[in-house]
């Protein structure tokens, strides 16, 4: 019969344990290479071309980003309810952002456009046009006064339109 020492065999043996010391552990830094080598982000799901992205699975209900890494091109994979899956391909491009700085003449000067103003000779050659100009549109518009006269009767005034007759008939 087997004895036993409150619920274990007469012949276990307890364990004796140390108790551990912790050393702090020394990190090498890794190479540059090493850490441009890593992917940018975790987010992104790079798929090869169209027949990549079709055959990229979804979970019914959820949407994905599929990013092509042939060409510049974002998949917007869905699936409805079902599992029934729908794509929307997105067409993108990489402009060049380099910011345009506003002309701003107070702090430099030499940037802002120059101002030419009008000497008194120009001003007076200017005056004496526009009033050419304003004598010939009197001229014209007594012309056309006149040709008014002459077309539509004497002093300008319109015929006397007739008016229809009325006969018995109607």
Do not use: C, H
Request: no cysteine; net charge negative.
């Amino acid at each position: 019969m087997a004895i036993y020492n409150g619920g274990f065999p007469a012949t276990y043996q307890p364990v004796q344990y140390q108790p551990v010391q912790y050393q702090p552990m020394q990190y090498q830094q890794q190479p540059q290479q090493q850490q441009q080598a890593q992917p940018m982000s975790s987010n992104m799901i790079w798929v090869s071309g169209e027949a990549g992205a079709k055959a990229y699975l979804v979970a019914p209900n959820t949407t994905v980003q599929l990013w092509d890494s042939e060409s510049q091109r974002i998949f917007l994979k869905s699936a409805d309810a079902s599992g029934m899956p729908s794509m929307k391909v997105l067409d993108y491009t990489i402009r060049d952002t380099a910011p345009q700085k506003p002309v701003n003449a107070a702090i430099n000067p030499a940037a802002a456009p120059a101002v030419e103003y009008a000497g008194k000779a120009e001003q007076d050659a200017l005056r004496a046009e526009i009033t050419a100009y304003k004598g010939e549109i009197e001229a014209l518009r007594a012309d056309l006064e006149t040709f008014r006269g002459d077309l539509y009767g004497i002093a300008g005034k319109k015929p006397a339109t007739r008016k229809k007759e009325v006969t018995a008939d109607e």
